[in-house]
């Protein structure tokens, strides 16, 4: 599902990820964001784990208000991450 609605929705290829957090608005998939798994960074304690927010995006045509929040707030709570990173191409 969550590949689908990348390649839909998504102006970049869709990537699996390994965590794929949701939201819904009456049962319909409005927007998502797809997260890598742990890495370990040499300079950090053993349960340091940086993750990387891989996708995010809102289905065409929406604008969902707080969504990125929600979703990064939702993941923190799960997994503990020593940080979240991104990257956004400008162009």
């Not at 819904?24 to 300079?43: H, K, P, W």
């Not at 604008?63 to 979703?71: E, T």
């Not at 939702?74 to 990173?85: C, E, N, S, V």
Request: proline share 2%.
């Amino acid at each position: 599902m969550s590949q689908r609605f990348l390649v839909e929705h998504h102006l970049q290829t869709a990537l699996p990820g390994k965590y794929r957090y949701g939201l819904y608005e009456q049962g319909e998939l409005v927007s998502i964001a797809v997260f890598s798994g742990g890495r370990r960074m040499n300079d950090k304690n053993e349960e340091y784990r940086s993750f990387e927010l891989l996708r995010f995006c809102n289905k065409s045509g929406y604008n969902v208000i707080g969504g990125l929040s929600k979703l990064i707030t939702a993941f923190a709570k799960d997994f503990h991450p020593g940080d979240i990173m991104t990257y956004t191409d400008r162009d």
